[in-house]
């Protein structure tokens, strides 16, 4: 496991690391621009005006009627935060003690840095908050109804059935939800989507440049999550499988190895990080018994989950059932695709011990619904091509609509739900720090609670209690947040602030059973006060 400067340099390699595969996906986007624009070129005029109005549809429900809050508690703030820590100190770790834009205390943070980085970038342009991550999930949402058609146009080759694809992915209650918070397993959505449309068309193509996009954009979703991590590993077994590949490797073996090898040897990061999170956190590796136990306690739920109208589209998943026949008995390579992928991570989900999907762990479910979306158009265009009658085709679209108003509508409470209990602290620390000084210092249990909100100087409750670096701050102001007593830190750690420090109640929020409100405290040391 990496310590001490082996583990710094490593928290700073991260970030470059990752904006130079930003960068290579980037050159191969635009080094293959003919040819991706030349696999939509027979979509039609009217269609991409059809497809605008929807993205304008999508647009506005993300932007103006969703919340745009933490949804996932505690690790919605984390992740933000690591994006702030890239972009204030130019590592991949969270900090304990910050004085400007230096770190002194760098901790290990167990999560990958692919979408932090995407926030450091976009934090570079906008004003580097927690709003602004809200937004830019809201911006990315709006972009995977676009990236839903081109892949469903890509693998149905049928224009209509593309657009009503995009209008109902835009409209999936799990999706839409998250779309105004911060999650990420929501962006692995949206790099899986883009994996999988080079990935088709590398399949049509037999393109060497394909072929590497197709890698560069599968090794950046790697660094999404943890378990995306094993993606690599997944589509070898697919390739296995494809006579398209089967012919392109032999034809072309060295650039294969050579290409593969790369691949696996730009992984080990991952892989080191999923090895010392394992150590850190024991539930990242169970016992096989518990791994079962947790699956079979789960899989009920979790298969009841796609058939909840309260959360879910019914004639989504009725469509994608029927998707899942039609590509068993005509597309057996696009079935074991897209039915790999969903098995995977359904099962790797499940048997997590906190993989039942309810509350905010239904985030686990959204990188299910590209395979599931895939087996949805396929259902709808089976549908579709035994409708010759044109009145007929009027009158089942008309009741699909019907069906699928009612049941989104009914979904409406899930998606406008409040999750977050630090609101109401939160809105005091925005109304409360513009009484802040510039040069003060936040402390808290962990920069995440406040940097998202507020840009100042940073300490620890853990590294206030230390002498040595209470001896660099002392002679600075120290603003407490406390948005909850069980975050301030253990209880030894609570008593030596209780014994050197004051309580000057800035913001209050609530009062709670315990001896503080919760809310925003000035300390101010006991013999200075006096």
């Not at 109208?309 to 009725?318: E, G, I, K, R, Y």
């Not at 409708?387 to 998606?415: A, E, H």
Request: charged share 15%; aromatic share 20%.
């Amino acid at each position: 496991m990496l310590t001490g400067e082996n583990l710094e340099l490593f928290l700073h390699f991260l970030p470059h690391f990752m904006r130079a595969i930003l960068l290579l996906i980037l050159f191969f986007i635009f080094y293959n621009r003919k040819v991706i624009i030349g696999a939509f070129k027979g979509v039609s005029g009217r269609t991409w005006l059809i497809l605008f109005l929807i993205i304008i549809l999508g647009f506005s429900l993300r932007f103006f009627w969703i919340n745009h809050e933490q949804i996932v508690a505690t690790d919605g703030e984390g992740w933000v935060e690591l994006g702030l820590a890239i972009s204030d100190y130019g590592a991949h770790g969270f900090c304990g003690f910050t004085s400007g834009n230096d770190c002194h205390s760098l901790s290990y943070p167990t999560y990958p840095p692919g979408y932090p980085t995407l926030l450091s970038v976009v934090f570079i342009f906008f004003e580097a908050t927690e709003k602004t991550a809200f937004y830019f999930s809201a911006f990315m949402g709006t972009l995977m109804i676009f990236l839903s058609f081109l892949f469903s146009y890509l693998w149905i080759k049928k224009e209509n059935v593309a657009l009503l694809g995009a209008f109902v992915f835009g409209l999936i209650p799990p999706i839409l939800k998250f779309s105004g918070g911060v999650s990420m397993e929501f962006f692995a959505v949206f790099f899986l989507f883009l994996t999988l449309i080079s990935f088709k068309l590398f399949l049509e193509k037999k393109s060497k440049s394909l072929f590497l996009l197709f890698l560069s954009l599968l090794l950046y979703t790697s660094y999404i999550r943890p378990e995306t991590a094993f993606l690599p590993f997944v589509f070898l077994v697919i390739f296995a499988f494809q006579k398209e590949f089967k012919d392109f490797f032999s034809k072309n073996k060295k650039f294969f190895i050579y290409s593969i090898g790369s691949l696996l040897l730009f992984i080990i990061p991952a892989m080191v990080m999923i090895y010392m999170g394992a150590q850190i956190w024991h539930d990242w590796s169970p016992t096989i018994t518990d791994t079962i136990n947790h699956f079979l306690d789960h899989l009920p739920n979790n298969l009841f989950f796609f058939v909840d109208a309260s959360l879910n589209l019914l004639v989504f998943t009725l469509f994608a059932i029927i998707g899942v026949s039609v590509s068993f008995l005509k597309e057996k390579r696009e079935f074991f695709i897209f039915a790999f992928l969903f098995l995977f991570y359904f099962g790797y989900y499940t048997a997590f011990e906190v993989g039942l999907f309810l509350d905010q762990f239904i985030r686990y479910t959204l990188i299910l619904y590209v395979p599931l979306f895939f087996f949805f158009v396929q259902g709808i265009t089976f549908f579709v091509e035994r409708i010759k009658n044109k009145r007929s085709r009027v009158f089942c679209v008309f009741i699909f609509i019907l069906l699928f108003v009612g049941n989104f509508v009914y979904t409406i409470p899930y998606i406008l739900e409040e999750e977050n209990f630090y609101n109401p602290a939160k809105d005091a620390l925005y109304k409360a720090k513009e009484k802040i000084p510039e040069d003060a210092y936040m402390v808290a249990q962990e920069r995440k609670f406040v940097r998202p909100i507020i840009n100042r100087n940073f300490i620890s409750i853990r590294n206030l209690t230390i002498q040595e670096n209470y001896n660099q701050i002392k002679n600075k102001r120290l603003f407490l947040f406390n948005p909850d007593i069980n975050l301030m830190g253990n209880s030894q750690q609570r008593a030596v602030l209780y014994k050197e420090y004051d309580f000057l109640l800035l913001k209050n929020i609530f009062r709670n059973n315990s001896k503080m409100e919760a809310g925003i405290y000035e300390l101010v040391e006991k013999e200075q006060k006096q």
